[in-house]
């Protein structure tokens, strides 16, 4: 599975920006598809996520409310549509996915399997 992710920029506070995960590859059942972003010297951290199959969306509070994360079936592409952007919001962004993913584990960056290559968004004040 290969994860291409898309969409990052500069944009300034306040301002709003959407990244695509487009995926290819084989098909992953029950899989978990998620968001997470990274500021150097710090660990990756938890954005956003959803179970492919299922309508629950789950967020990190840092985001939750500006922050939306959707898919496209059709085109096997996750998205993530960040409103409101703050300069705490910028960070690399990665996309990952994973095959059977139970609830727990959707919030675990040790838990996915693919990852795509990072798309980094940068927040001006």
């Known amino acids: 599975v290969q994860l291409q992710a898309s969409g990052g920029g500069l944009v300034q506070a306040g301002g709003s920006l959407r990244l695509s995960c487009a995926a290819s590859?084989?098909?992953?059942?029950?899989?978990?598809r998620a968001w997470f972003r990274q500021i150097p010297g710090k660990e990756r951290e938890f954005v956003a996520a959803?179970?492919?199959?299922?309508?629950?969306?789950y967020y990190a509070d840092s985001v939750k409310g500006r922050f939306t994360i959707s898919r496209d079936k059709a085109k096997n592409t996750g998205y993530l549509q960040m409103n409101e952007l703050k300069p705490e919001d910028m960070a690399v962004y990665y996309c990952?996915?994973?095959?059977?993913?139970?609830?727990?584990?959707?919030?675990?960056?040790?838990?996915?399997?693919?990852w795509g290559q990072g798309t980094l968004v940068t927040v001006s004040s």
């Open positions: 990952a996915a994973r095959a059977g993913t139970i609830l727990s584990a959707l919030r675990d960056v040790h838990a996915y399997t693919y």
């Open positions: 959803f179970r492919w199959d299922e309508s629950n969306l």
């Open positions: 590859g084989r098909a992953l059942s029950r899989q978990g």
